[in-house]
């Protein structure tokens, strides 16, 4: 069952990456270098339940 899973998984990301490479060379003519920022907050709310214990608001 992983053998047919491994196999299935490797064809699909062959044919993907293959159509992928057959698309890039009009793209990249196209493209240009784009930056983004973003900043994401992760910190669960006080009280809330983590691994063992509970979230206080001390910092270690």
Known sequence: MFTRFS????VLLIVGLRL???ESPSRAKASTLQI???DVDATP???SLMAYDPVTNRWD
């Open 20 to 22: 992928t490479a057959a």
């Open 45 to 47: 709310p006080i009280g």
């Open 7 to 10: 196999v299935a998984a490797s």
């Open 36 to 38: 983004a920022t973003f």
